[in-house]
């Protein structure tokens, strides 16, 4: 009795065992009742039926990274490159990834090398290292329609090393120095462009600067005369207003006499000093009559005939 309780307890775990199952989170099952498809199980407790259910696939639902092998690819203008990517995806429906093809993972992978192969083949060279982004979003497109059978989600495309041939390199290389020089020449060019433009300028504000200030000291020189010159005037006009103010005073007419017989007597003075020669009047009467030539003009205001000679 011991033995067939024993059988029995044995044989209830074994039951137990296979129709009670835990399926972790981000995981689902697949299961298959006699040879066929039933039922995907879901995270959390799952009850099978012994020997009847089995567990076909385990998949995970979590994104997956997936290394695409590195492969030559020959560009439109005929350059050979080595590129080697990663590919991100998600199992979207387990019951597809499970019966829609025998290995998805190398479906995907081979896809995603005979894709990229197609997209580098239709641009050149330098395209391929300007539009990286172009070309994982053409891997992406190409591989998310394909894989929709699979039950597999492609989320993005990485390009890891794009490596041309060692002589690509060495021209790309020869290239690159090339433009930097052509860019230090034309920075340097550049450089002595605007210091001649600085100079010129600097030398033209400089002779405008010049020109304004002599223009400025021409003003102010001419202004100064103008200035003295009607300074001098005006003390000449005042000084003849107060002359003729004197003369209408009693007496002014015998003190101008006086004064202008002074001056002919100095006069013929300075005249004997310079000369070797004496000048004297031939008729003394003549200075008399200068005296009274003189002072005719003064009382006349204008000038007169010199006084006859007796």
Same mark, same amino acid.
């Given at each position: 009795?011991?033995?067939?309780?024993?059988?029995?307890?044995?044989?209830?775990?074994?039951?137990? +065992?296979?129709?009670? @199952?835990?399926?972790?989170?981000?995981?689902?099952?697949?299961?298959?009742?006699?040879? @066929?498809?039933?039922?995907?199980? *879901?995270p959390?407790?799952?009850?099978?039926?012994?020997f009847? $259910?089995?567990?076909?696939?385990?998949?995970?639902?979590?994104?997956?990274?997936?290394d695409?092998?590195?492969?030559?690819?020959?560009?439109?203008?005929n350059?050979?490159?080595?590129?080697?990517?990663?590919l991100?995806?998600?199992? *979207?429906?387990?019951?597809?990834?499970?019966?829609?093809?025998?290995?998805? #993972?190398?479906?995907? !992978?081979?896809?995603a090398?005979?894709?990229?192969?197609?997209? #580098?083949?239709?641009?050149?060279? $330098?395209?391929?290292?300007?539009?990286?982004?172009?070309?994982?979003?053409?891997?992406?497109?190409?591989?998310?329609?394909?894989?929709?059978?699979?039950?597999?989600k +492609?989320?993005?495309?990485?390009? @890891?090393?794009l !490596?041309?041939?060692?002589?690509?390199?060495?021209?790309?290389?020869?290239?690159?120095?090339?433009?930097?020089?052509?860019?230090?020449?034309?920075?340097?060019?550049?450089?002595r462009?605007?210091?001649?433009?600085?100079?010129a300028?600097?030398?033209?504000?400089?002779s405008?600067?010049?020109?304004?200030?002599?223009?400025?000291?021409?003003?102010n020189?001419?202004?100064?005369?103008?200035?003295?010159?009607t300074?001098?005037?005006?003390?000449?006009?005042?000084?003849?207003?107060?002359?003729?103010? =004197?003369?209408?005073?009693p007496?002014?007419?015998? =003190?101008?006499?006086?004064?202008?017989?002074?001056?002919a007597?100095?006069a013929y003075?300075?005249?004997?000093?310079t000369?070797? !020669?004496?000048? +004297?009047?031939?008729?003394?009467?003549? +200075?008399?009559?200068?005296?009274?030539?003189?002072?005719?003009?003064?009382?006349r205001?204008?000038?007169?005939?010199?006084?006859?000679?007796p």
């Amino acid at each position: 009795m011991e033995l067939i309780a024993l059988v029995f307890l044995v044989i209830a775990a074994i039951f137990v +065992v296979r129709s009670i @199952k835990v399926v972790p989170q981000q995981n689902a099952w697949v299961v298959e009742r006699l040879g @066929k498809y039933h039922a995907t199980l *879901t995270p959390g407790l799952n009850f099978l039926v012994p020997f009847v $259910d089995r567990l076909a696939y385990r998949h995970s639902l979590k994104e997956i990274p997936l290394d695409v092998p590195s492969q030559v690819c020959i560009t439109k203008d005929n350059t050979q490159l080595t590129v080697d990517g990663i590919l991100y995806f998600q199992v *979207t429906d387990p019951m597809r990834a499970s019966y829609g093809s025998s290995n998805y #993972i190398v479906a995907i !992978t081979q896809l995603a090398q005979t894709t990229l192969r197609s997209v #580098i083949g239709r641009m050149e060279l $330098d395209r391929t290292f300007e539009e990286r982004s172009q070309i994982n979003s053409g891997v992406v497109a190409s591989l998310d329609e394909a894989a929709l059978n699979w039950g597999v989600k +492609v989320l993005r495309y990485e390009i @890891k090393d794009l !490596t041309p041939p060692a002589e690509i390199l060495r021209s790309m290389q020869a290239q690159i120095t090339a433009e930097r020089e052509k860019r230090a020449l034309i920075a340097a060019s550049e450089g002595r462009r605007q210091e001649q433009i600085n100079i010129a300028t600097g030398e033209r504000e400089a002779s405008i600067a010049r020109s304004e200030g002599e223009k400025q000291a021409e003003i102010n020189k001419a202004l100064g005369e103008a200035a003295a010159i009607t300074a001098v005037a005006d003390a000449t006009a005042d000084a003849i207003r107060k002359i003729a103010a =004197a003369i209408e005073q009693p007496g002014g007419n015998q =003190a101008v006499q006086l004064k202008v017989a002074e001056k002919a007597i100095d006069a013929y003075a300075h005249l004997a000093k310079t000369n070797n !020669t004496m000048i +004297v009047p031939g008729n003394m009467t003549e +200075v008399s009559g200068l005296i009274a030539t003189a002072m005719a003009v003064m009382q006349r205001g204008g000038p007169a005939a010199p006084a006859a000679r007796p």
